[in-house]
T-cell receptor
């Protein structure tokens, strides 16, 4: 199936741990994104990569680091997890001309920090 | 700067009655506008998009939206609600770069039997 796939779907971890969320797309898109959705359903962009280069880096703590080994993958690594990091994280992809085609979103990773 | 305001955080309709979800935008240039739907515990799915072509845009599942520049609005409508339409709906405007979306705060649609 053509899609944006994220793993894991659920992640429960303790404060202070380091964790990664993986994202892969097989749509041939050249741009990938990470969005954070908080408990009030508000969605905010965190990062965007185009052809493995960082093009958007919003104000997120340095504990969050995206890694793009190739244009089909954009992983999110989070160090020293805090309670406030609990949220749903969505990966998305698009062609560079996103305004025409729109984004394709993954199904999300629900991160719970305890 | 671009911004988008969804005027209702919750909307309840009876099955078979019309749906209206309101969205106003602010943009310093001709925007691209989108509506996305998020069903419970699911990702976001594109419903429809406006990209400076026809002002009345038809999307999936019988939804449509009309771009009104004079009112800076992009309201989402459907003639007859179905139980399966119950979900969270997001209005989105494209940001100052090609890549970044600005999301509204969402409208939760409840469909009553």
């Amino acid at each position: 199936d053509t899609a944006v796939s994220q793993t894991p779907k659920y992640l429960v971890t303790q404060m202070g741990n380091d964790k990664s969320i993986k994202c892969e797309q097989n749509l041939g898109h050249d741009t990938m994104y990470w969005y954070k959705q908080d408990s009030k359903k508000f969605l905010k962009i965190m990062f965007s990569y185009n052809n493995k280069e960082l093009i958007i880096n919003e104000t997120v703590p340095n504990r969050f680091s995206p890694k793009s080994p190739d244009k089909a993958h954009l992983n999110l690594h989070i160090n020293s997890l805090e309670l406030g990091d609990s949220a749903v994280y969505f990966c998305a992809s698009s062609h560079r001309q996103a305004v025409v085609h729109g984004y394709t979103f993954g199904s999300g990773t629900r991160l719970t920090v305890v | 700067a671009q911004s988008v305001t969804q005027l209702d955080s919750h909307v309840s309709v009876s099955e078979g009655t019309p749906v209206l979800l309101r969205c106003n935008y602010s943009s310093s240039y001709s925007p691209s506008l989108f509506w996305y739907v998020q069903h419970p515990n699911k990702g976001l799915q594109l419903l429809l998009k406006y990209t400076s072509a026809a002002t009345l845009v038809k999307g999936i599942n019988g939804f449509e939206a009309e771009f009104k520049k004079s009112e800076t609005s992009f309201h989402l409508t459907k003639p007859s609600a179905h139980m399966s339409d119950a979900a969270e709906y997001f209005c989105v405007v494209s940001g100052s770069g090609t890549y970044k979306y600005i999301f509204g705060t969402g409208t939760r649609l409840k469909v009553l039997a």
